[in-house]
């Protein structure tokens, strides 16, 4: 029996970002995240969410139905105020860590805490995500899909004038996540 790689014990993490309310997103965004979150899980990855609902919700569920391990970051303080005040959920996460810093604080944990960003259908939530991911020079995906989000972002881009970001594209989530695994390896200090 072979000895394995250093760090083996170690996980990617991705992280699944878009909007909590989807209801402009089109049909088949709810299948798609699911489809994510699955590739996320498959890909033997750790999906890492914001603890909410709509895209990164189903993105959860999708992992969890292939037994994928899934973490939220929460803006709230605890459980009670994750359910009371935020109305969030708590199913389909395994573990939940609870911030206390609001949406702004808890987006910049959330970015921090993955290898990567995977971006959906999304609004000014997103957004924060992508700006914060993008200035730390963060491993990035754009699930284009129906909705023009990918078109905000290359537009971000282009009139930021900050080059072109470490940034795949592509509509397929299974081609998006490995293209992701890539940029990520590509980053990392040791082979996982």
Not at 66 to 93: C, M, N, T
């Amino acid at each position: 029996m072979t000895n394995p790689p250093a760090h083996s014990h170690l996980k990617i993490k991705i992280c699944v970002s878009g909007a909590a309310e989807t209801d402009y997103c089109g049909p088949e965004a709810l299948e798609v995240s699911k489809e994510l979150g699955r590739e996320v899980a498959r890909q033997g990855a750790v999906l890492v969410t914001g603890a909410t609902t709509g895209v990164p919700y189903w993105a959860c569920i999708g992992a969890k139905e292939i037994g994928g391990f899934s973490v939220g970051l929460s803006p709230a303080k605890s459980e009670r105020e994750h359910i009371e005040e935020y109305k969030l959920p708590l199913d389909y996460q395994d573990i939940i860590i609870y911030t206390g810093f609001g949406y702004a604080g808890r987006n910049l944990l959330l970015t921090r805490s993955a290898d990567a960003v995977i971006f959906g259908c999304g609004r000014i939530g997103t957004m924060n995500e992508f700006t914060i991911a993008f200035e730390d020079k963060k491993p990035m995906g754009i699930l284009r899909g129906a909705w023009d989000t990918d078109e905000l972002f290359k537009e971000i881009i282009e009139k930021g004038h900050r080059g072109p970001g470490i940034i795949a594209y592509d509509e397929n989530p299974k081609i998006l996540v490995e293209k992701v695994i890539a940029l990520i390896n590509q980053q990392k200090m040791v082979e996982i």
